[in-house]
């Protein structure tokens, strides 16, 4: 049947559609530890503004208030560019996501295609094994007929 000989090429979509499941959580785990070291960093500048506001209720010298905002304007850059690292993680995982789902949809496609024809081969025999059994039979009829006859 139709089957045994798509069976390897089903096979191989198979593998590719596992190859690119396999991509895709790994790019979504990607992006995972991307948005926590993002939140994490967001975190530690909330943390730190608090700490020194506490700390400068006290009194800041010119020189402690300029180290307090260079290292803000420093966390402030890196959540920026940590940001744009947690959206191309995100892309990048939509798109293996994509390739993981058509791959999928290609491998159903062929499989009920294989099925379609299998099940048409399926009534095709059962059409000849039926036109089989009505021939042996009408010949039998025609039997009887000849030897009622003698």
């Given amino acids: 049947m139709m089957s045994q000989r798509f069976s390897m090429l089903i096979k191989i979509q198979q593998e590719r559609e596992e190859k690119l499941q396999a991509?895709?959580?790994?790019?979504?785990?990607?992006?995972?530890?991307?948005e926590q070291k993002y939140q994490g960093l967001a975190n530690y500048r909330t943390d730190y503004i608090q700490q020194s506001q506490q700390q400068g209720s006290a009194g800041l010298q010119s020189r402690q208030y300029n180290q307090?905002?260079?290292?803000?304007?420093?966390?402030?850059?890196?959540?920026?560019?940590?940001?744009?690292?947690?959206?191309?993680?995100?892309?990048?995982?939509?798109?293996?996501?994509?390739s993981w789902l058509t791959m999928q949809k290609k491998r159903k496609?062929?499989?009920?295609?294989?099925?379609?024809n299998d099940m048409?081969?399926?009534?095709?025999?059962?059409?000849?094994?039926?036109?089989?059994?009505?021939?042996y039979a009408s010949q039998q009829l025609m039997r009887q007929r000849a030897l009622a006859e003698l």
């Fill in 23 to 34: 991509l895709f959580i790994k790019a979504q785990q990607f992006y995972a530890q991307a």
């Fill in 120 to 135: 048409a081969e399926l009534q095709k025999q059962l059409k000849q094994e039926q036109k089989n059994a009505d021939e």
């Fill in 68 to 98: 307090f905002v260079n290292f803000i304007a420093k966390l402030d850059q890196a959540i920026s560019l940590q940001a744009k690292a947690v959206q191309q993680a995100k892309a990048a995982a939509e798109q293996r996501k994509q």
């Fill in 109 to 116: 496609a062929l499989e009920l295609l294989v099925q379609r």
